[in-house]
C-alpha cells in the first residue's frame, strides 16, 4: 500500500505511460482514488482530486520538457557530429595533399642535385679552359679597328691580367666575361659598319676616311674628295691598309647609299684586289 492507501502502487505511472489517449481513464481512475481516499480517510475527493492532477500535470510538463532539451541535444550533437566529420574530412585531404607535394619537393630535389652535379662537371671542363681563351682575347683589341672597339673596351679591361688577378674572381664571372666579349665579336663580323676613321696615307700623312667595314673580314676607305682609297685587311697588330685609287668610285656609292643620299643599288666591292684594282 503506498502513501495515497493503494495496494497497486504502479497504478498512476501506469496511467502516464498511456499518454494522452489515457486522458479519461486516468481522470476516473483520479475519482475513484479519491473518493477511496476520502472514505477511508474522511477527505472531501474533490481537493484530492485536484492535488493528484495538479501532480500528473506537472510530471507530464516535466517529461515534455526532458523530452524537448534531450531532442536540442540531440540536434547538436548530430550537427556537431557533421561538422567534425566534415573537418576530419577536410584534414585528410590536406594531409594527402601535402604527402604529395612533399613526394615532388623530394623528386625536386633529386633532380637539382643531379642537375648541379652535371653542371659542376661541365663546369670543372669549362674551368680548364678559361685561361687559354681569357689568353686569346687579350690578342683581340689590336685586331678590332679602333671605332668599333670603343664599346667592348670595359669588358676587355675586366679580364684579368695575370693569374694573381685571375685567382681573385670567380670562376662564373671570368667565364660571363668570355662569353660576353666573344658573342660582341661575332656580332662584329655579322654585320656591316660604316664608320669615320682617321688612317694613315702613303706619304705619311693622316687622314680622316668613310670607312666600310665588311664584318671583320675585310674594309674598304675613301678620301672625302674620292681621290684616295685603299682596301683593309686584318693583321696581328691592327689593320693593313693598301692603296687601290681605281676603286673609290665605287667605295663612294656604297657610303652615300648607307647615308641615303643615294637610291639603294647593288654595289661590286672587290674581296681581292688586283693590280688594276678590280
Request: net charge negative.
Amino acid at each position: 500500500m503506498n502513501d495515497l492507501g493503494f495496494e497497486n502502487a504502479n497504478f498512476p505511472i501506469h496511467l502516464v505511460k498511456r499518454g494522452g489517449r489515457g486522458l479519461p481513464q486516468l481522470g476516473l481512475g483520479l475519482f475513484l482514488m479519491a473518493a477511496s481516499v476520502g472514505a477511508q480517510e474522511g477527505i472531501e475527493p474533490l481537493p484530492a482530486l485536484e492535488n493528484l492532477v495538479g501532480e500528473w500535470s506537472r510530471l507530464r510538463v516535466a517529461i515534455a520538457d526532458e523530452q524537448r532539451s534531450w531532442k536540442d541535444q540531440e540536434d547538436q550533437w548530430r550537427t556537431e557530429i557533421s561538422l567534425l566529420q566534415t573537418e576530419a574530412e577536410r584534414l585528410r585531404e590536406e594531409l594527402e595533399s601535402a604527402a604529395d607535394v612533399e613526394a615532388s619537393v623530394e623528386t625536386a630535389q633529386l633532380d637539382a642535385q643531379r642537375d648541379l652535379d652535371r653542371l659542376s662537371q661541365s663546369f670543372d671542363g669549362l674551368r680548364a679552359l678559361l685561361s687559354p681563351a681569357e689568353n686569346a682575347l687579350r690578342a683581340w683589341p689590336d685586331r678590332l679597328p679602333s671605332p668599333l672597339r670603343v664599346s667592348l673596351d670595359a669588358a676587355f679591361q675586366g679580364l684579368p691580367k695575370n693569374p694573381e688577378e685571375a685567382a681573385l674572381l670567380t670562376d662564373g664571372a671570368r667565364l660571363q666575361t668570355v662569353v660576353a666579349l666573344y658573342s660582341e665579336i661575332d656580332k662584329l663580323q655579322q654585320d656591316v659598319h660604316f664608320v669615320k676613321e682617321v688612317l694613315a696615307r702613303p706619304d705619311g700623312s693622316r687622314q680622316e676616311m668613310d670607312v666600310c667595314y665588311l664584318g671583320l673580314a675585310r674594309a674598304f676607305s675613301v678620301s672625302p674628295d674620292n681621290a684616295w682609297a685603299a682596301v683593309g685587311t686584318p693583321a696581328e697588330n691592327g689593320w693593313v691598309w693598301e692603296p687601290h685609287p681605281a676603286i673609290s668610285e665605287r667605295v663612294r656609292r656604297a657610303v652615300s647609299v648607307y647615308n641615303r643620299e643615294l637610291t639603294a643599288e647593288l654595289i661590286s666591292l672587290p674581296l681581292r684586289v688586283t693590280e688594276s684594282g678590280e
